[in-house]
Nanobody, 127 residues
Framework: QVQLVESGGGLVQAGGSLRLSCAGS????????MGWFRQAPGKEREFVAV????????SYVDSVKGRFTISRDNAKNTVYLQMNSLKPEDTAVYYC????????????????????WGQGTQVTVSS
């Protein structure tokens, strides 16, 4: 079992920055691709970013490319999402998720591929 706890959400003005963290416990992160998803009210959960367990492969949804950066520290069992130039449309609950994989370069983008989820952290961007 892997337990995931997100932190770092909050209220920020448009153009501002936030850094989300996702701390894992219960098992080493080393064989887990880690993803960030978000869900706005009335909308489906949306893929935001993923990082392979080696850290060598990252992928982003087009709407956040150039603004968000995903990274990880396997020694600390933590994955991060640095969010810059935030827009009101980034407002959502952000979730981190873990997918067990033997591939160091694999990073899924579909929610059903993930094994574990955090409880989410609210990000609100005011205009």
């Amino acid at each position: 079992q892997v337990q995931l706890v997100e932190s770092g959400g909050g209220l920020v003005q448009a153009g501002g920055s936030l850094r989300l963290s996702c701390a894992g416990s219960g098992r080493s992160f080393s064989n887990y691709a880690m993803g960030w998803f978000r869900q706005a009210p009335g909308k489906e959960r949306e893929f935001v970013a993923v990082i392979s367990w080696s850290g060598g492969i990252t992928s982003y949804v087009d709407s956040v490319k150039g603004r968000f950066t995903i990274s990880r520290d396997n020694a600390k069992n933590t994955v991060y999402l640095q969010m810059n130039s935030l827009k009101p449309e980034d407002t959502a609950v952000y979730y981190c998720a873990a997918d067990f994989t033997l591939s160091p370069t694999y990073g899924p983008s579909e929610p059903y591929e993930y094994d574990y989820w955090g409880q989410g952290t609210q990000v609100t961007v005011s205009s």
